[in-house]
Protein backbone atom coordinates (compact mmCIF):
# COMPACT_ATOMS: atom_id res chain seq x y z
CA UNK A 1 0.00 0.00 0.00
CA UNK A 2 1.27 3.38 -1.15
CA UNK A 3 1.74 5.71 2.41
CA UNK A 4 -0.23 9.25 1.44
CA UNK A 5 2.46 10.94 4.04
CA UNK A 6 5.50 10.21 5.28
CA UNK A 7 6.59 8.20 8.72
CA UNK A 8 7.30 10.63 11.52
CA UNK A 9 10.50 10.18 13.09
CA UNK A 10 10.71 8.48 16.93
CA UNK A 11 9.89 10.60 19.73
CA UNK A 12 12.51 12.55 20.76
CA UNK A 13 14.07 13.50 17.29
CA UNK A 14 14.64 16.75 16.56
CA UNK A 15 12.47 18.36 13.96
CA UNK A 16 13.18 21.63 11.66
CA UNK A 17 11.95 24.53 13.32
CA UNK A 18 11.14 25.67 9.64
CA UNK A 19 10.67 24.04 6.07
CA UNK A 20 11.05 26.86 3.62
CA UNK A 21 8.66 25.39 0.94
CA UNK A 22 7.21 26.85 -2.52
CA UNK A 23 4.82 24.49 -3.06
CA UNK A 24 3.34 25.05 0.30
CA UNK A 25 3.41 28.34 0.27
CA UNK A 26 1.21 28.43 -3.12
CA UNK A 27 -0.83 25.81 -1.82
CA UNK A 28 -1.69 27.84 1.01
CA UNK A 29 -2.10 30.82 -1.03
CA UNK A 30 -4.70 29.28 -2.66
CA UNK A 31 -6.69 27.09 -0.01
CA UNK A 32 -10.52 27.24 -0.62
CA UNK A 33 -13.25 24.81 1.05
CA UNK A 34 -14.91 22.88 -1.50
CA UNK A 35 -18.64 23.54 -2.52
CA UNK A 36 -21.23 21.32 -0.24
CA UNK A 37 -22.99 20.54 -2.89
CA UNK A 38 -20.42 19.56 -5.61
CA UNK A 39 -18.46 16.33 -3.62
CA UNK A 40 -18.86 13.08 -4.32
CA UNK A 41 -16.99 9.72 -4.76
CA UNK A 42 -14.26 8.87 -4.81
CA UNK A 43 -13.18 9.38 -1.14
CA UNK A 44 -11.12 8.17 0.84
CA UNK A 45 -10.33 4.73 2.31
CA UNK A 46 -10.75 3.53 5.38
CA UNK A 47 -6.88 3.17 5.65
CA UNK A 48 -6.27 6.52 3.80
CA UNK A 49 -8.66 7.81 6.72
CA UNK A 50 -6.64 6.82 9.12
CA UNK A 51 -3.63 8.75 7.46
CA UNK A 52 -5.27 11.60 7.45
CA UNK A 53 -6.37 11.82 10.38
CA UNK A 54 -3.00 11.12 11.95
CA UNK A 55 -1.76 13.80 10.12
CA UNK A 56 -4.30 15.91 11.74
CA UNK A 57 -3.80 15.35 14.88
CA UNK A 58 -0.30 17.39 14.59
CA UNK A 59 -1.75 20.75 15.82
CA UNK A 60 -0.92 23.12 19.47
CA UNK A 61 -1.89 21.10 22.29
CA UNK A 62 -1.21 22.46 25.40
CA UNK A 63 0.14 19.98 28.08
CA UNK A 64 -0.39 17.09 25.41
CA UNK A 65 -3.83 16.81 26.70
CA UNK A 66 -5.45 15.36 22.98
CA UNK A 67 -8.50 17.22 23.76
CA UNK A 68 -10.55 15.86 20.90
CA UNK A 69 -11.83 12.64 19.31
CA UNK A 70 -13.62 11.88 15.90
CA UNK A 71 -16.32 9.89 14.53
CA UNK A 72 -16.44 8.58 11.31
CA UNK A 73 -18.81 8.10 8.83
CA UNK A 74 -18.43 6.03 5.58
CA UNK A 75 -20.18 3.47 3.25
CA UNK A 76 -24.03 2.66 4.86
CA UNK A 77 -23.17 4.49 8.14
CA UNK A 78 -23.96 7.94 6.32
CA UNK A 79 -27.31 6.48 5.39
CA UNK A 80 -27.87 5.26 8.54
CA UNK A 81 -26.81 8.48 10.36
CA UNK A 82 -28.95 10.42 7.74
CA UNK A 83 -31.54 7.91 9.29
CA UNK A 84 -31.24 9.17 13.04
CA UNK A 85 -31.16 12.60 12.11
CA UNK A 86 -33.74 12.66 9.50
CA UNK A 87 -36.14 11.24 13.22
CA UNK A 88 -34.37 13.95 15.22
CA UNK A 89 -35.66 16.60 12.68
CA UNK A 90 -39.17 15.10 12.48
CA UNK A 91 -39.81 15.48 16.48
CA UNK A 92 -39.07 19.47 15.74
CA UNK A 93 -42.13 22.16 16.06
CA UNK A 94 -43.45 23.40 12.53
CA UNK A 95 -41.20 20.79 10.53
CA UNK A 96 -42.03 20.09 7.22
CA UNK A 97 -41.28 17.26 5.06
CA UNK A 98 -38.80 19.19 2.69
CA UNK A 99 -36.77 19.00 6.13
CA UNK A 100 -36.99 15.76 6.85
CA UNK A 101 -35.82 14.43 3.36
CA UNK A 102 -32.82 17.22 3.63
CA UNK A 103 -31.69 15.92 7.06
CA UNK A 104 -31.55 12.41 5.73
CA UNK A 105 -29.46 13.55 3.02
CA UNK A 106 -27.07 15.22 5.56
CA UNK A 107 -24.49 12.79 5.62
CA UNK A 108 -24.67 11.37 2.28
CA UNK A 109 -23.30 14.75 1.10
CA UNK A 110 -19.83 13.13 0.91
CA UNK A 111 -18.24 9.70 0.56
CA UNK A 112 -16.55 10.94 4.00
CA UNK A 113 -17.79 12.66 6.92
CA UNK A 114 -16.01 13.14 10.08
CA UNK A 115 -17.21 14.25 13.33
CA UNK A 116 -14.78 16.49 15.04
CA UNK A 117 -15.54 16.41 19.18
CA UNK A 118 -14.23 18.89 21.64
CA UNK A 119 -13.27 16.46 24.70
CA UNK A 120 -11.56 18.87 27.05
CA UNK A 121 -10.47 18.23 30.52
CA UNK A 122 -10.34 20.70 33.52
CA UNK A 123 -7.51 19.77 34.93
CA UNK A 124 -7.43 23.24 36.97
CA UNK A 125 -4.28 24.01 34.80
CA UNK A 126 -4.52 24.13 31.23
CA UNK A 127 -7.75 26.54 29.85
CA UNK A 128 -10.52 24.83 28.91
CA UNK A 129 -10.40 27.25 26.18
CA UNK A 130 -6.77 26.55 24.81
CA UNK A 131 -7.91 22.80 24.00
CA UNK A 132 -11.03 24.35 22.69
CA UNK A 133 -8.79 26.01 20.02
CA UNK A 134 -7.26 23.02 19.27
CA UNK A 135 -9.61 21.39 18.30
CA UNK A 136 -10.81 24.03 16.16
CA UNK A 137 -6.88 23.87 14.40
CA UNK A 138 -7.34 19.96 14.32
CA UNK A 139 -10.45 20.62 11.75
CA UNK A 140 -8.14 22.64 9.88
CA UNK A 141 -5.41 20.39 9.79
CA UNK A 142 -8.07 17.83 8.74
CA UNK A 143 -9.30 19.85 5.26
CA UNK A 144 -5.28 20.51 4.46
CA UNK A 145 -4.28 17.51 4.61
CA UNK A 146 -7.39 16.01 2.70
CA UNK A 147 -7.03 19.03 0.11
CA UNK A 148 -3.19 18.12 0.13
CA UNK A 149 -3.85 14.41 -1.15
CA UNK A 150 -6.41 15.67 -4.02
CA UNK A 151 -9.47 15.60 -1.74
CA UNK A 152 -11.49 18.76 -1.82
CA UNK A 153 -13.09 18.90 1.82
CA UNK A 154 -15.59 21.77 3.90
CA UNK A 155 -16.04 22.40 7.44
CA UNK A 156 -19.51 22.72 8.50
CA UNK A 157 -21.88 23.29 11.51
CA UNK A 158 -25.50 23.55 10.65
CA UNK A 159 -28.25 22.87 13.19
CA UNK A 160 -27.11 19.01 13.98
CA UNK A 161 -23.80 20.85 15.43
CA UNK A 162 -25.68 22.30 17.95
CA UNK A 163 -28.70 19.48 18.84
CA UNK A 164 -28.78 17.66 22.51
CA UNK A 165 -30.33 15.30 20.64
CA UNK A 166 -27.38 14.73 17.89
CA UNK A 167 -24.82 15.11 21.50
CA UNK A 168 -27.20 12.38 22.69
CA UNK A 169 -27.12 10.04 19.40
CA UNK A 170 -23.42 10.11 18.95
CA UNK A 171 -22.40 9.52 22.81
CA UNK A 172 -21.36 12.54 23.64
CA UNK A 173 -20.27 12.80 27.32
CA UNK A 174 -21.37 15.99 29.32
CA UNK A 175 -18.26 18.44 28.99
CA UNK A 176 -17.98 17.33 25.27
CA UNK A 177 -19.41 19.41 21.62
CA UNK A 178 -19.04 19.13 18.24
CA UNK A 179 -16.62 21.55 16.87
CA UNK A 180 -17.83 20.62 13.07
CA UNK A 181 -18.46 17.90 10.89
CA UNK A 182 -15.80 17.69 7.48
CA UNK A 183 -16.74 16.51 4.88
CA UNK A 184 -14.60 14.88 2.55
CA UNK A 185 -14.65 13.73 -1.59
CA UNK A 186 -14.11 14.01 -4.59
CA UNK A 187 -14.20 17.77 -5.94
CA UNK A 188 -16.83 17.78 -9.04
CA UNK A 189 -16.69 21.68 -9.62
CA UNK A 190 -13.56 24.00 -8.72
CA UNK A 191 -15.09 26.44 -6.02
CA UNK A 192 -14.43 30.39 -6.88
CA UNK A 193 -12.48 32.20 -4.96
CA UNK A 194 -14.51 35.03 -2.67
CA UNK A 195 -13.97 38.29 -1.13
CA UNK A 196 -11.01 38.45 1.81
CA UNK A 197 -11.56 39.91 4.77
CA UNK A 198 -9.99 43.86 4.33
CA UNK A 199 -6.91 42.93 6.63
CA UNK A 200 -5.61 46.80 7.52
CA UNK A 201 -8.87 47.01 9.07
CA UNK A 202 -8.00 43.92 11.21
CA UNK A 203 -4.84 44.47 12.20
CA UNK A 204 -3.23 47.00 14.91
CA UNK A 205 0.05 47.64 16.02
CA UNK A 206 0.73 47.84 20.23
CA UNK A 207 0.80 50.46 21.40
CA UNK A 208 -1.56 52.53 19.77
CA UNK A 209 -0.72 55.76 18.41
CA UNK A 210 -2.69 58.70 19.67
CA UNK A 211 -5.48 60.24 17.48
CA UNK A 212 -4.58 63.56 16.35
Not at 8 to 21: D, E, I, K, S
Not at 28 to 48: D, H, Q, T, V
Not at 179 to 190: E, K, L, Q, S, V
Request: hydrophobic share 45%; net charge neutral.
Amino acid sequence: MTKLFPSPPPTGVPLLAARPANAVRSFLALRKSANKLFLSEPGPSASELQELLTIAVRVPDHRKMAPWRFITFQGEARAQFGKELAHIAGRKPGVEDRDILEAAGLPLRAPTVVAVVSSPVDDGKTPVWEQELSAGALCYNLLLAANACGWGGVWLSEWIMFSPEVDALLGLKETERLAGFIYIGTATAHPQERIRPDLPGLVTAWPAKPAG
